[in-house]
């Protein structure tokens, strides 16, 4: 018999006040650079990138992708990103999903943030959510951890937390999904300014800073092409434990040609120039369950097809009727050819129907 327990930890709640860790701000170099956005400057950023995750002996673990196109969210036009990131690690499936609404600059509209990894007999999901809402940023997240225990037991922990931040303390915000719009942006002006310096999200959901800063130029070998590539330093600081950075490589149009966070054994690369794989972007896997847009069309569109075809079946209570004499029927019969029954049966309803069928003679 399976055991199941399930502890599930009331909601944390913060209100951002503009104390403590939200005296963080922005650096006026960040927040001229994003506002500074020309329209013109973002037709250049909609495209796909399609790396491949690789160890440092050259093993394929996996595949990152990233796709930026226009949209609209509501009556409100945006840009839409989704980046995906599966494959494995140890033989431990992983992966991370992000979807942001964005506007033309880098504000966050919406933004969906999905992690897990399955270890053996344990597991992590963690999901963050965060929206604009009555001048504020209104952000969830839910972690939930599975421990097998033994073949009959499991255990699944349930941590939810929730904290909103008025928009006026978040001027020059970096989440994950803006960061890598930000990143096509720098590429195609060739330059990150000084002091650029931004904020963003911890894990605890706490405001911390990010900062950036341009590489070296240098070269890489795609193909047996050696191309000059953008280098741009992320690095995101903590109020815990010592600063993650990542370093990315752009192409001079921004396609992203590598992507690694110093210290990891594992790298993402591209393997093909843009212009040799254009015709690939239609075949980047989609998980439309975790795309926002997608799924929300789906089910509008699931909702809109169950109203009409109710509307139509009130309108023609006789579908009900007819449909249920011919299962009573069928089922008196039970004909080894179903189709066969079912087009004698119906055929008498067709406007040139004729009286000559199997059933009309077997009354008669």
Not at 14 to 42: C, F, H, K, Q
Not at 52 to 69: A, I, N, Q, Y
Not at 146 to 154: F, P, Y
Not at 305 to 324: G, M, N, Q, T, V
Request: with cysteine.
């Amino acid at each position: 018999m399976e055991a199941l327990q399930k502890d599930e930890s009331p909601p944390l709640s913060i209100e951002g006040t503009g104390r403590g860790p939200t005296e963080l701000r922005a650096s006026d170099e960040a927040i001229t650079l994003m506002s500074s956005i020309e329209p013109s400057e973002l037709p250049k950023c909609v495209f796909a990138d399609s790396l491949v995750t690789v160890s440092e002996g050259g093993r394929d673990l996996g595949r990152f992708c990233v796709t930026v196109e226009f949209a609209r969210r509501g009556r409100r036009p945006c840009m839409l990103l989704h980046a995906q990131s599966q494959g494995a690690i140890d033989d431990s499936p992983c992966g991370t999903t992000v979807t942001a609404y964005l506007t033309a600059d880098l504000e966050v509209l919406e933004e969906d943030y999905h992690e897990y990894v399955k270890l053996e007999g344990h597991t992590v999901d963690k999901r963050c959510h965060m929206v604009q809402r009555d001048g504020k940023m209104v952000i969830e997240k839910v972690t939930t951890a599975g421990k097998v225990r033994c073949e009959t037991e499991h255990y699944t922990e349930v941590t939810r937390e929730s904290v909103s931040y008025s928009m006026s303390v978040l001027r020059g915000l970096i989440t994950e999904g803006s960061n890598l719009l930000l990143m096509r942006l720098i590429a195609l002006r060739k330059k990150v300014p000084e002091h650029m310096n931004c904020i963003t999200f911890d894990q605890k959901l706490r405001i911390i800073r990010t900062t950036f800063r341009e590489l070296e130029q240098k070269t890489m070998e795609i193909e047996g092409e050696t191309v000059e590539v953008f280098g741009v330093e992320r690095i995101i600081h903590s109020v815990d434990d010592s600063p993650i950075t990542w370093q990315c490589c752009l192409l001079p149009d921004g396609h992203l040609a590598s992507r690694v966070q110093v210290g990891s054994p594992v790298m993402m690369r591209l393997l093909q120039l843009p212009s040799q794989k254009e015709e690939e972007f239609g075949k980047i896997p989609l998980v439309w369950e975790e795309d926002l847009q997608m799924r929300s069309k789906f089910l509008d569109r699931k909702e809109e097809l169950k109203a009409d075809h109710a509307s139509y079946l009130r309108e023609h209570p006789e579908i009900r009727a007819l449909i249920s004499d011919f299962l009573q029927f069928l089922l008196l019969k039970k004909p080894d050819d179903v189709f066969q029954f079912a087009r004698e049966y119906f055929l008498p309803f067709t406007p040139h129907s004729t009286s000559d069928t199997s059933l009309d003679t077997s009354t008669q």
